[in-house]
């Protein structure tokens, strides 16, 4: 039985049937910075999700150009999960990045 529990990394975030050849993120590892480049068509009515590796909501912010840069300051060192969703939340790509 699944359990749908919110600020959580969703099922789909985390397995491996995310298509991570749908995005480009970078530069990994990122100081300030990372640019959202999408590989397959157009994130018009995106989202972006940071997330940390445990699962918590750091971030979340629109899309809606092929190509975007993504604010990192305020956000602690580490590594986290940044994944683009389409307007119904289905999992576009999905990269883990490393902030120093």
């Known amino acids: 039985t699944a359990i749908d529990c919110p600020g959580e990394i969703p099922k789909s975030i985390a397995s491996n049937s995310?298509?991570?050849?749908?995005?480009?993120?970078?530069p990994n590892p990122a100081?300030?910075?990372?640019?959202?480049?999408s590989l397959k068509g157009n994130f018009k009515?995106?989202?972006?999700?940071?997330?940390?590796?445990?699962g918590k909501i750091?971030?979340?912010?629109?899309?809606?150009?092929?190509?975007?840069?993504v604010n990192l300051d305020n956000i602690p060192s580490g590594s986290y999960i940044i994944s683009v969703l389409d307007k119904r939340g289905n999992v576009l790509g999905s990269e883990t990045v490393i902030k120093e």
């Open 58 to 69: 750091v971030r979340k912010s629109e899309l809606n150009t092929n190509y975007a840069v």
């Open 31 to 37: 100081d300030n910075t990372v640019t959202i480049a």
């Open 18 to 26: 995310v298509n991570d050849d749908a995005i480009s993120i970078y």
């Open 45 to 54: 009515n995106s989202s972006t999700i940071i997330y940390t590796i445990d």
